[in-house]
């Protein structure tokens, strides 16, 4: 039994590590919806990049709070 009680513990940090590179992939995403949104000729083609970068933020909160749990046993406190 002992060493699946060690590989638990040995795969948490691997776990962490993968929530975070998620995370900052989806905050690259989401830098790059807005820069065409920035740029966009129409005010639909504007909230459209402008939505979907506000749901890769989104995902990168939850990605980070998730490997904030696995790493401390915490997470974001909700307002």
Known sequence: ?????NERTDA???L???AQARADNARERALAARQP???ATTEYAR???HR?????????????????RIR??????EA
């Open 72 to 77: 401390f046993g915490g997470g974001r406190e």
């Open 16 to 18: 962490a590590s993968s």
């Open 52 to 68: 979907v970068a506000d749901l890769h933020d989104e995902l990168a909160v939850s990605h980070e709070d998730f490997a904030r």
């Open 1 to 5: 039994m002992q060493p699946d009680i």
């Open 12 to 14: 948490r940090p691997d």
């Open 37 to 39: 949104a920035d740029q």
């Open 47 to 49: 909230r459209s990049n």
